[in-house]
């Protein structure tokens, strides 16, 4: 008490946690820069009070007292934190369910709570039967993040089927919002999109049993922010199946946004007793812009989420085999390019598709995870032993869920797949699914990967998934049983690598899904990257880097150096390639047996460069400088933790006019210090040698780039006083 009080007298803010305002039932959840307050109104509702930049709790007051209008609910007046399907309530519902002699009104209402160290629990059940649900909040104060999930147990003696299952609401102070999200297509994935709200609801989701292309579960709100300005509302959500994020604005104007498990062809039976768990939905805000509400992100997956988080390592440069061999891999041939992937600096050499059972091509041989013997004709590991004598370690390839009708496993087992009797079993890329929600098949997949980690020197994985679901059927159970599918799944892949890593703890995972479709906060708990996009075009690149920054982080952002053309036709420099990939982690996916000396010279300098600067890459605070949606020029710079390095990459579309390109300047940097300024290629005009932070940040760069698809890196080094 005394302390609080000379706190206050010193006008300090409290410490960032979780508080409980007993006088005027409000819970605090306090982070380093913002507050995110729940009340409990007269009615025992539970509501949002205020979330946005820190405020004191002296300026807080109790929750509304509930409304009730003739035509009207409360939408906007009550802001429920989690609303049930019932009472006089159309907004969007956090739960619907339906119990088992066919009532669905669910209102629910606070029973009690639970705080401990930056964890809020408060427990919430339905007026008269035993539907109980935990709202669970989680405060990250450094990163401005809290993650809210919810517990749904049955405790009445029959059955519930539950029919959406959301993880939370979150609202936004009233006003006129825009929209951003992310989405895009197989090879175009995470393109930004910004749109005003307007009354009625937009839905962004997957319909499609994994994470998608289509849309990426992540939003921000804005009513007029800017890249380095203004209030900024954004949440991702933590699930890689079938997935729903509502933004709702009600014609009262309030604006709200609700998230979880995707209701359609959604229903999931809960038996007396049982629980169902939601996946988790993250929230922040950022009072400094889209840039700065991305770095939260950043850095709230590579110190909270991702595998490495309690010791983070470089993420390794690797080779990938994929776009030079296809499924024509052997063992003389990998040698050959892992020969070549050495002397340019690779770390970790990968060989892709077509290294088991007939897999000559794409209709035969997945689900047979066995080695190819024709192709390799001592196993793999007269391969592998090569790659560790070249100083890499070794990563393969496989697509566990998946299955072509040409395979040992599936003459086997043709149950085993995801279908409805007597229905179509719809092929795309001649592969049909494994019902991962199986016991029978989880612990088949689980077998036959331990047993290739047991017996190889595997080091990584690279985990794809070619297809979404269609036929979603799982005949096994009965059929009130068969929706589980589409959480079940998903659950036993997270298993699966969950006892994977447990077992194998060395083990480094990349998420792809033909590309980027398995990007979300679940896999990223369970990864160590993932792959961006199969189009390693660098050009298209920078547009779906640029959206996957929004979200993701540089680290996880894995990308290519590719042969040209490639998917589109266009011709980039092999510098610009080298450029675009180094902005995340650093890849080369060409085929290096067609490289000339001169480009094999290239790349070893250029992997010489990243390595040396991809601590501040991979770790360190990105500042898009110039975005690639608005004009010719895209700069993105990035600076290291311990702000004593820069980096800057820069690109040019095309020179029209002999125009001169506006100054560059920078952001991030200390305007007290000195930066020695290093530039590699006479790209930088009248600058320098050392510069201060002040003149960087105000006046800029001077940069001759020109012509098509030029482009240029700058190291920043803070000198030392
Ligand atoms: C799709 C992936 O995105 C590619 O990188 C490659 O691994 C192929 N699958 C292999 O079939």
Same mark, same amino acid.
């Given at each position: 008490m005394k302390i609080l009080a000379v706190l206050a007298m010193l006008s300090l803010p409290a410490a960032a946690g979780v508080r409980h305002l007993a006088d005027r039932s409000l819970f605090v959840l306090e982070t380093e820069r913002t507050s995110y307050v729940v009340g409990v109104n007269e009615s025992k509702q539970v509501q949002l009070v205020y979330w946005g930049a820190k405020v004191a709790d002296s300026d807080l007051s109790a929750a509304r007292r509930s409304g009730g209008f003739a035509f009207e609910n409360s939408d906007g007046m009550?802001?429920?934190?989690?609303?049930?399907?019932?009472?006089?309530?159309?907004?969007?519902?956090?739960?619907?369910?339906?119990?088992a002699d066919g009532v669905r009104d669910v209102v629910l209402r606070y029973v009690s709570h639970e705080i401990k160290g930056e964890t809020l629990e408060i427990r919430v059940k339905d007026i008269e039967r035993a539907l109980d649900v935990s709202l669970v909040y989680t405060a990250y104060p450094a990163q401005d993040i809290i993650k809210r999930s919810a517990r749904i147990t049955n405790r009445t003696p029959g059955k519930v089927v539950l029919e959406s299952a959301q993880s939370a609401t979150w609202h936004v102070p009233q006003g006129r919002y825009r929209l951003s999200y992310l989405t895009g297509r197989w090879a175009g994935e995470?393109?930004?999109?910004?749109?005003?709200?307007?009354?009625?609801k937009k839905i962004l989701e997957s319909r499609r049993g994994n994470t998608s292309h289509q849309f990426n579960p992540w939003f921000a709100l804005d009513e007029s922010a800017t890249e380095t300005a203004g209030n900024v509302w954004f949440g991702a959500l933590g699930w890689s199946g079938n997935w729903k994020i509502v933004v709702e604005r009600t014609p009262n104007d309030a604006t709200q946004v609700t998230g979880g498990y995707n209701d359609f062809d959604f229903a999931y039976p809960l038996a007396a007793g049982e629980s169902l768990e939601t996946p988790p939905f993250y929230g922040g805000f950022s009072g400094a812009g889209f840039g700065a509400a991305s770095r939260l992100m950043h850095r709230f997956e590579r110190s909270q989420l991702a595998p490495d988080r309690a010791a983070p390592k470089p993420r390794p440069v690797l080779y990938n085999s994929w776009e030079a061999t296809e499924f024509h891999v052997t063992e003389e041939g990998q040698k050959a390019l892992a020969t070549k992937a050495a002397k340019l600096g690779v770390e970790l050499f990968v060989m892709d598709d077509g290294w088991f059972g007939a897999r000559d091509h794409d209709r035969a041989g997945l689900g047979d995870w066995f080695v190819n013997k024709k192709k390799?004709?001592?196993?793999?590991?007269?391969?592998?032993? #090569? &790659?560790?004598?070249? *100083?890499?370690?070794?990563?393969?390839?496989? %697509?566990?869920?998946? !299955?072509?009708?040409?395979?040992?496993?599936?003459?086997?087992?043709?149950?085993?797949?995801?279908?409805?009797?007597?229905?179509?079993?719809?092929?795309?890329?001649?592969?049909?699914?494994?019902?991962?929600?199986?016991?029978?098949?989880?612990?088949?997949?689980?077998?036959?990967?331990?047993?290739?980690?047991?017996?190889?020197?595997?080091?990584?994985?690279?985990?794809?998934?070619?297809? #979404? &679901?269609?036929?979603? *059927?799982?005949?096994?159970?009965?059929?009130? %049983?068969?929706?589980? !599918?589409w959480v079940q799944y998903v659950r036993n892949v997270y298993e699966i690598?969950?006892?994977?890593?447990?077992?194998?703890?060395?083990?480094?995972?990349?998420?792809?899904?033909?590309?980027?479709?398995?990007?979300?906060?679940?896999?990223?708990?369970?990864?160590?990257?993932?792959?961006?996009?199969?189009?390693?075009?660098?050009?298209?690149?920078?547009?779906?880097?640029?959206?996957?920054?929004?979200?993701?982080?540089?680290?996880?952002?894995?990308?290519?150096?590719?042969?040209?053309?490639?998917?589109?036709?266009?011709?980039?420099?092999?510098?610009?390639?080298?450029?675009?990939?180094m902005q995340g982690s650093l890849g080369i996916g060409g085929d290096l047996n067609k490289w000339p000396e001169q480009d094999l010279g290239l790349a070893a300098k250029m992997v010489e460069l990243y390595k040396s600067i991809r601590g501040t890459v991979q770790e360190g605070e990105l500042y898009r400088l110039h975005s690639p949606r608005e004009g010719a020029l895209t700069a993105n710079f990035y600076v290291s933790p311990d702000g004593k390095r820069g980096v800057l990459f820069a690109f040019l579309d095309h020179q029209q006019f002999r125009r001169m390109l506006p100054p560059l300047s920078l952001k991030g940097l200390d305007a007290k210090a000195s930066y020695r300024v290093r530039s590699f290629d006479k790209k930088l005009m009248g600058s320098k040698e050392t510069q201060s932070g002040a003149w960087l940040m105000n006046r800029g760069l001077d940069l001759r780039l020109g012509g098509d698809y030029d482009s240029t890196v700058v190291v920043f080094e803070r000198i030392e006083p």
């Open positions: 009550s802001a429920e934190e989690y609303a049930g399907f019932g009472g006089l309530r159309f907004v969007e519902p956090a739960l619907k369910a339906t119990f995470t393109n930004l999109v910004r749109e005003p709200v307007n009354p009625g390799f004709p001592n196993g793999l590991k007269p391969l592998i032993s #090569h &790659v560790q004598s070249l *100083g890499m370690k070794f990563g393969i390839w496989v %697509e566990p869920e998946m !299955i072509n009708p040409d395979s040992d496993l599936y003459r086997a087992h043709p149950d085993w797949v995801i279908h409805f009797p007597g229905r179509p079993r719809t092929e795309t890329r001649n592969q049909l699914i494994l019902n991962m929600a199986r016991e029978d098949v989880k612990e088949h997949i689980f077998k036959v990967l331990d047993a290739l980690l047991t017996e190889n020197d595997i080091a990584f994985i690279k985990w794809d998934m070619n297809r #979404h &679901v269609t036929e979603p *059927g799982w005949p096994a159970v009965a059929p009130s %049983e068969q929706r589980k !599918i690598i969950d006892r994977l890593r447990a077992k194998h703890p060395k083990l480094e995972i990349e998420s792809c899904s033909g590309g980027g479709g398995r990007v979300d906060y679940g896999i990223l708990t369970r990864v160590d990257q993932v792959w961006t996009s199969d189009n390693t075009e660098a050009f298209d690149r920078l547009k779906i880097q640029e959206g996957f920054s929004f979200a993701y982080s540089p680290k996880v952002m894995m990308d290519w150096v590719t042969d040209v053309p490639n998917m589109n036709g266009r011709v980039t420099p092999l510098a610009y390639r080298f450029h675009v990939a």
